[in-house]
């Protein structure tokens, strides 16, 4: 800041501690040069940022609970659903397509959910259904719980200061909302499935089956990186807590949301394959289910990654942060600054006084005595926090300069 602020300036010593500055390095070539310009590259400098964050560590903890989350909200959203869909075979072909292609092989004869008649059973919702329910929805919100805190630790914040019942309440009502996102979208697959047959008929290619297949192959992805898409700007933004530019929030979901339906798409074979290995067929499908969200919680970190290096890239502060408490931080920073270069003077006169001899030894005795009075007349000038925010208050400015603060010290003793 170029203003006096918080009613400081530097004082003149003597006695000055010797600085330094980096020594300048000329640009590497051949191979070192190659591998500054890759380390340059956003993508690898967003992995290192993810692995030195701990990203694969955080990612195979959210795996294990989001595989007890997943039972959890599906659950509850068999139990709800029941009531609307349990006679209507369109919508289950549509929802058990749609899960499917969330979570391959969940729903089938070789999936973990074998009949989708039984799971729709509304029974569930008696009394011991009730309280069964309330036992999976708190594991469900646990794992949005242990899923802003991973993406927190990505964006280097601490933990929400939100009240914690708000916060649960919160997850709780993002939970229920992301449920009914999949159930929407298993009616928006319905409405799309009908519209292409209709378009087809009438441009007489329903026999193509290639085109047809490929149409709703392609239909399909959009679909699921769509809605993967979403969830991720509710986690980032909302769930997180995090104050993400629209661009980059939007930017960073697009590509966790293309990556996370690849890897659905990808999934089958690898829990296909699973389920055939004579080995582990008897739970080849739990492995696999395993390893899929282990991959999908790395993508979404990778994504927040993505988000968070941009940002630092930018100088945006990923903190939720007012303008006066950032211009109050800027003062508790420079007032730090000032103190670290009045103690480096003093314990460099310090050491000149003790292999010094004689009146030159004097001398700087008595100048270190008048260094350690001035500092101690600056600190104590030196308004705090509470007095910056209450000139912050009275001046309507988030950032009052030195006369200001004083006179907002000194408003209270005069109305005494």
């Not at 967003?46 to 692995?51: C, I, L, R």
């Given at each position: 800041?170029?203003?006096a602020d918080?009613?400081v300036?530097?004082e003149?010593?003597?006695?000055?501690?010797?600085?330094?500055?980096?020594?300048p390095t000329?640009?590497?070539?051949?191979?070192?040069?190659l591998?500054q310009r890759v380390?340059?590259?956003?993508?690898v400098r967003?992995?290192?940022?993810?692995?030195s964050d701990?990203?694969?560590?955080l990612a195979s903890?959210m795996?294990y609970?989001?595989f007890f989350?997943l039972?959890a909200?599906?659950f509850?959203?068999?139990?709800?659903?029941?009531?609307v869909?349990?006679?209507?075979?369109q919508l289950?072909?549509?929802l058990?397509?749609?899960?499917?292609?969330?979570i391959?092989n969940?729903?089938g004869?070789t999936?973990v959910?074998?009949n989708?008649?039984?799971?729709?059973?509304?029974?569930?919702?008696g009394?011991?259904?009730?309280?069964?329910?309330?036992?999976v929805?708190?594991?469900?919100?646990g794992?949005?719980g242990t899923l802003?805190?991973a993406?927190?630790?990505?964006?280097?914040?601490p933990?929400?200061?939100?009240?914690p019942?708000v916060?649960?309440?919160?997850d709780l009502?993002?939970?229920?909302?992301l449920?009914?996102?999949?159930l929407?979208?298993a009616a928006v697959?319905?409405?799309?499935?009908?519209?292409?047959?209709l378009?087809f008929d009438?441009?007489?290619l329903?026999?193509?089956r290639?085109?047809?297949s490929f149409?709703?192959?392609?239909?399909g992805f959009?679909?699921t990186?769509?809605?993967?898409t979403?969830?991720?700007?509710?986690?980032?933004?909302i769930?997180?807590?995090?104050?993400v530019p629209r661009?980059?929030l939007?930017a960073?979901?697009?590509i966790g949301g293309v990556?996370?339906a690849?890897l659905?798409?990808?999934?089958g074979?690898l829990?296909?394959?699973a389920?055939?290995?004579?080995?582990?067929?008897s739970?080849?499908v739990?492995?696999?289910?395993?390893l899929y969200?282990?991959?999908?919680?790395?993508?979404?970190?990778?994504?927040s990654?993505?988000i968070a290096?941009g940002m630092?890239?930018a100088?945006?502060d990923?903190?939720?942060l007012?303008p006066?408490?950032r211009?109050v931080?800027?003062?508790?920073?420079l007032?730090d600054?000032?103190?670290?270069?009045?103690d480096?003077?003093?314990t460099?006169?310090e050491?000149?006084?003790r292999?010094?001899?004689?009146l030159?030894?004097?001398?700087q005795s008595?100048?270190?005595q008048?260094m350690?009075?001035d500092?101690a007349r600056?600190?104590?000038a030196?308004p705090t926090t509470q007095?910056f925010?209450?000139?912050?208050?009275?001046t309507e400015?988030?950032?009052?300069?030195?006369d200001q603060?004083a006179?907002a010290?000194?408003?209270p003793?005069t109305a005494r």
């Open positions: 800041m170029a203003r918080q009613g300036r530097d003149r010593v003597t006695g000055e501690a010797s600085g330094a500055r980096a020594t000329d640009p590497a070539t051949g191979i070192a040069g591998i380390l340059a590259w956003k993508p967003v992995f290192m940022h993810y692995s701990n990203g694969p560590l903890g795996s609970q989001a989350a039972f909200a599906l509850g959203a068999f139990s709800v659903a029941g009531f869909i349990k006679g209507n075979a289950q072909a549509a058990t397509t749609q899960l499917n292609a969330l391959p969940l729903i004869p999936g959910i074998k989708l008649d039984s799971a729709l059973d509304s029974t569930a919702l009394v011991t259904g009730l309280i069964s329910l309330v036992g929805l708190l594991t469900a919100v794992f949005l802003r805190t993406i927190r630790i990505m964006f280097a914040l933990g929400p200061t939100t009240n019942v916060l649960k309440l919160k009502g993002l939970a229920i909302a449920g009914a996102l999949v929407l979208s697959s319905v409405v799309t499935t009908t519209a292409i047959t378009v009438v441009l007489g329903t026999g193509n290639p085109l047809t149409a709703g192959t392609a239909i959009v679909v990186a769509g809605i993967f979403v969830i991720l700007v509710a986690a980032f933004r769930l997180s807590g995090i104050p661009g980059r939007w960073g979901a697009v990556g996370l690849i659905q798409t990808l999934s074979v829990l296909q394959g389920g055939r290995n004579p080995l582990i067929s739970f080849g739990v492995i696999g289910l395993f969200f282990n991959f999908i919680c790395q993508v979404v970190l990778l994504a990654s993505w290096v630092q890239d100088g945006i990923a903190r939720s007012t006066e408490q211009q931080e800027q003062a508790e920073q007032e600054a000032r103190r670290l270069v009045a480096a003077n003093r460099a006169l050491q000149r006084i292999d010094a001899r004689g030159a030894r004097w001398r008595r100048e270190l008048r350690v009075r500092e600056r600190r104590s030196v007095a925010s209450a000139a912050q208050s009275a400015d988030p950032d009052p300069d030195a603060v006179q010290r000194s408003a003793e």
